[in-house]
Protein backbone atom coordinates (compact mmCIF):
# COMPACT_ATOMS: atom_id res chain seq x y z
CA UNK A 1 0.00 0.00 0.00
CA UNK A 2 1.40 3.55 -1.08
CA UNK A 3 1.85 6.02 1.65
CA UNK A 4 0.31 9.58 0.55
CA UNK A 5 1.00 12.77 2.59
CA UNK A 6 -1.53 15.28 2.73
CA UNK A 7 -1.50 18.94 4.30
CA UNK A 8 -4.63 19.86 6.13
CA UNK A 9 -4.57 23.72 6.86
CA UNK A 10 -5.74 24.50 10.22
CA UNK A 11 -9.67 25.69 9.05
CA UNK A 12 -9.64 22.27 7.65
CA UNK A 13 -9.02 20.33 10.69
CA UNK A 14 -12.08 19.94 12.10
CA UNK A 15 -14.05 18.90 8.68
CA UNK A 16 -11.10 16.15 7.99
CA UNK A 17 -11.42 15.20 11.87
CA UNK A 18 -15.53 14.49 11.36
CA UNK A 19 -14.87 12.72 7.64
CA UNK A 20 -12.32 10.40 9.22
CA UNK A 21 -15.02 9.69 12.17
CA UNK A 22 -17.75 9.00 9.64
CA UNK A 23 -15.59 7.27 7.22
CA UNK A 24 -13.94 4.74 9.24
CA UNK A 25 -10.68 6.30 9.47
CA UNK A 26 -9.37 9.49 6.99
CA UNK A 27 -8.24 7.10 4.26
CA UNK A 28 -11.51 5.31 3.38
CA UNK A 29 -12.50 9.29 3.83
CA UNK A 30 -10.53 10.65 1.35
CA UNK A 31 -10.87 7.40 -0.89
CA UNK A 32 -14.34 7.68 -1.52
CA UNK A 33 -14.50 11.78 -2.20
CA UNK A 34 -11.89 11.22 -4.54
CA UNK A 35 -13.65 8.52 -6.27
CA UNK A 36 -16.78 11.08 -6.18
CA UNK A 37 -14.60 14.05 -7.15
CA UNK A 38 -13.24 11.68 -9.97
CA UNK A 39 -16.62 10.08 -11.39
CA UNK A 40 -18.18 13.68 -11.35
CA UNK A 41 -15.25 15.25 -13.50
CA UNK A 42 -15.14 12.17 -15.85
CA UNK A 43 -19.28 13.22 -16.33
CA UNK A 44 -18.51 16.62 -17.21
CA UNK A 45 -15.58 15.36 -19.69
CA UNK A 46 -18.58 13.61 -21.14
CA UNK A 47 -21.52 15.10 -21.10
CA UNK A 48 -22.54 14.01 -24.60
CA UNK A 49 -25.68 12.55 -25.29
CA UNK A 50 -27.78 11.32 -27.99
CA UNK A 51 -29.50 14.36 -29.19
CA UNK A 52 -33.04 13.49 -31.57
CA UNK A 53 -34.39 16.28 -33.45
CA UNK A 54 -37.07 16.57 -36.11
CA UNK A 55 -36.87 17.44 -39.30
CA UNK A 56 -39.12 18.28 -42.23
CA UNK A 57 -39.84 19.35 -45.87
CA UNK A 58 -42.71 19.57 -47.77
CA UNK A 59 -45.11 17.51 -45.24
CA UNK A 60 -42.25 14.95 -45.10
CA UNK A 61 -41.24 14.37 -41.59
CA UNK A 62 -38.11 12.19 -40.24
CA UNK A 63 -35.99 12.07 -36.96
CA UNK A 64 -32.10 12.68 -36.68
CA UNK A 65 -30.15 11.91 -34.35
CA UNK A 66 -26.93 12.52 -33.16
CA UNK A 67 -24.39 12.78 -30.07
CA UNK A 68 -23.83 16.52 -29.33
CA UNK A 69 -24.12 18.57 -26.19
CA UNK A 70 -26.56 21.67 -25.99
CA UNK A 71 -24.92 25.10 -26.35
CA UNK A 72 -27.81 27.70 -26.86
CA UNK A 73 -31.30 28.12 -28.48
CA UNK A 74 -31.97 31.73 -30.18
CA UNK A 75 -34.93 32.78 -31.68
CA UNK A 76 -33.54 35.12 -34.92
CA UNK A 77 -35.56 36.42 -38.40
CA UNK A 78 -34.59 34.65 -41.74
CA UNK A 79 -36.28 35.95 -44.94
CA UNK A 80 -38.95 37.42 -43.26
CA UNK A 81 -40.03 35.10 -40.65
CA UNK A 82 -38.97 33.82 -37.38
CA UNK A 83 -36.82 30.74 -37.03
CA UNK A 84 -35.91 28.95 -33.43
CA UNK A 85 -32.01 27.78 -33.92
CA UNK A 86 -31.01 25.20 -31.51
CA UNK A 87 -27.42 24.84 -31.49
CA UNK A 88 -25.72 21.54 -30.05
CA UNK A 89 -21.95 20.97 -29.86
CA UNK A 90 -21.03 17.59 -31.14
CA UNK A 91 -18.23 15.16 -29.97
CA UNK A 92 -16.51 15.92 -33.53
CA UNK A 93 -16.60 19.43 -32.09
CA UNK A 94 -18.82 21.12 -35.11
CA UNK A 95 -21.54 22.59 -34.68
CA UNK A 96 -25.26 21.16 -35.07
CA UNK A 97 -28.10 23.59 -35.69
CA UNK A 98 -31.53 22.61 -36.01
CA UNK A 99 -33.97 25.58 -37.23
CA UNK A 100 -37.39 25.14 -36.96
CA UNK A 101 -40.30 27.84 -37.57
CA UNK A 102 -40.92 29.74 -34.37
CA UNK A 103 -44.74 29.16 -34.19
CA UNK A 104 -47.39 30.47 -32.28
CA UNK A 105 -46.64 32.50 -29.13
CA UNK A 106 -42.88 32.31 -29.86
CA UNK A 107 -43.35 34.16 -33.32
CA UNK A 108 -45.48 36.86 -32.19
CA UNK A 109 -43.06 37.38 -29.03
CA UNK A 110 -40.07 37.42 -31.03
CA UNK A 111 -41.85 40.11 -33.60
CA UNK A 112 -42.69 41.94 -30.63
CA UNK A 113 -38.74 41.68 -29.62
CA UNK A 114 -37.61 42.52 -33.27
CA UNK A 115 -39.66 45.95 -32.78
CA UNK A 116 -38.87 47.41 -29.98
CA UNK A 117 -35.81 45.97 -29.57
CA UNK A 118 -33.77 44.39 -26.58
CA UNK A 119 -34.89 47.20 -23.61
CA UNK A 120 -38.35 47.93 -22.83
CA UNK A 121 -39.99 46.74 -19.42
CA UNK A 122 -43.38 46.36 -21.13
CA UNK A 123 -42.05 43.31 -23.49
CA UNK A 124 -41.26 41.62 -20.36
CA UNK A 125 -45.04 42.60 -19.73
CA UNK A 126 -46.27 41.16 -22.88
CA UNK A 127 -44.52 37.89 -23.06
CA UNK A 128 -45.68 37.62 -19.60
CA UNK A 129 -49.41 37.89 -21.03
CA UNK A 130 -48.59 36.13 -23.59
CA UNK A 131 -47.74 33.08 -21.38
CA UNK A 132 -50.50 33.44 -19.55
CA UNK A 133 -52.93 33.20 -22.66
CA UNK A 134 -50.94 30.32 -24.16
CA UNK A 135 -51.30 28.68 -20.90
CA UNK A 136 -55.07 29.37 -21.21
CA UNK A 137 -55.08 28.13 -24.78
CA UNK A 138 -53.39 24.92 -23.38
CA UNK A 139 -55.95 24.37 -20.89
CA UNK A 140 -59.56 24.91 -23.29
CA UNK A 141 -57.80 25.63 -26.72
CA UNK A 142 -60.32 28.14 -27.86
CA UNK A 143 -57.85 29.20 -31.07
CA UNK A 144 -57.73 26.02 -32.19
CA UNK A 145 -57.74 26.34 -36.02
CA UNK A 146 -56.79 29.95 -35.56
CA UNK A 147 -54.03 30.66 -37.72
CA UNK A 148 -51.54 33.16 -35.96
CA UNK A 149 -50.19 35.87 -38.49
CA UNK A 150 -46.70 35.06 -37.49
CA UNK A 151 -46.76 31.76 -38.91
CA UNK A 152 -44.18 31.06 -41.86
CA UNK A 153 -42.95 28.67 -43.53
CA UNK A 154 -43.12 24.53 -41.43
CA UNK A 155 -39.96 23.23 -42.71
CA UNK A 156 -37.18 22.32 -39.98
CA UNK A 157 -33.89 21.68 -40.70
CA UNK A 158 -30.69 20.36 -39.29
CA UNK A 159 -27.05 21.87 -40.85
CA UNK A 160 -23.26 21.10 -39.13
CA UNK A 161 -21.00 23.94 -39.33
CA UNK A 162 -17.24 23.36 -38.81
CA UNK A 163 -16.53 26.84 -37.12
CA UNK A 164 -18.14 29.66 -35.66
CA UNK A 165 -16.82 31.56 -38.97
CA UNK A 166 -18.33 29.10 -41.12
CA UNK A 167 -21.51 30.34 -40.09
CA UNK A 168 -21.05 33.70 -41.81
CA UNK A 169 -23.92 33.93 -44.06
CA UNK A 170 -25.48 31.61 -43.52
CA UNK A 171 -26.87 31.90 -40.39
CA UNK A 172 -28.47 35.27 -38.98
CA UNK A 173 -25.74 37.38 -37.44
CA UNK A 174 -27.90 36.96 -33.79
CA UNK A 175 -27.15 33.10 -34.17
CA UNK A 176 -23.22 33.35 -34.25
CA UNK A 177 -23.20 36.06 -31.80
CA UNK A 178 -25.05 33.57 -29.46
CA UNK A 179 -23.19 30.43 -30.27
CA UNK A 180 -19.78 32.91 -29.44
CA UNK A 181 -21.06 33.76 -26.32
CA UNK A 182 -22.49 30.53 -25.12
CA UNK A 183 -19.12 28.86 -25.61
CA UNK A 184 -17.78 31.76 -23.28
CA UNK A 185 -20.01 30.96 -20.52
CA UNK A 186 -20.05 27.37 -18.46
CA UNK A 187 -22.94 25.23 -19.45
CA UNK A 188 -24.21 24.34 -16.18
CA UNK A 189 -23.49 26.80 -13.42
CA UNK A 190 -23.33 25.26 -9.71
CA UNK A 191 -25.38 26.80 -6.87
CA UNK A 192 -24.51 26.52 -3.38
CA UNK A 193 -27.87 27.60 -2.14
Known sequence: MANKTIYV???????????????????????????????KKEAEADE???VSVQVSSEG???EKRFQGKFLTKVTAKSDGHHYVYTVYTTKKGQY???IAPAS????ITAELQHLVGESGEWLQSVSRGAQGLKDKAAEKNPFEGFALPFSGPQTSSLRVFATPDSLVGELPDDVRKAIIDAEK?????????
Open 48 to 50: FST
Open 9 to 39: SDSDRELFDRAAELGGGLSPAISEALADWVA
Open 104 to 107: GFAG
Open 60 to 62: VSK
Open 185 to 193: QPLVEELDI
Open 96 to 98: AVH
